[in-house]
């Protein structure tokens, strides 16, 4: 059964975690007055796929990095047969 677990103990931060029994699915921290880049659209180039994390690297300019799991990306954009 999935499960949300917030815990907001502290004023300033916030952690939520989606978990389907003892599996962690998901893992978010929100800390007050920071800005918040998941949902964001960013141009990015792709630097290096790992298919044993299910994820690639992107490099989205000036010296920032950022990891993207494969199902955050639609099908559509997978090459047929890989």
Do not use: W
């Amino acid at each position: 059964m999935k499960r949300m677990l917030i815990n907001a103990t502290q004023a300033e931060e916030r952690r939520l975690a989606i978990v389907d029994g003892q599996k962690l699915l998901d893992y978010e921290i929100e800390i007050e007055g920071r800005e918040q880049r998941k949902g964001n659209i960013y141009k990015a180039v792709v630097t290096r796929v790992e298919p044993s994390l299910e994820a690639c690297f992107v490099d989205y300019g000036e010296d920032r990095h950022g990891f993207l799991p494969f199902k955050e990306i639609s099908r559509q954009y997978f090459a047929q047969g890989v």
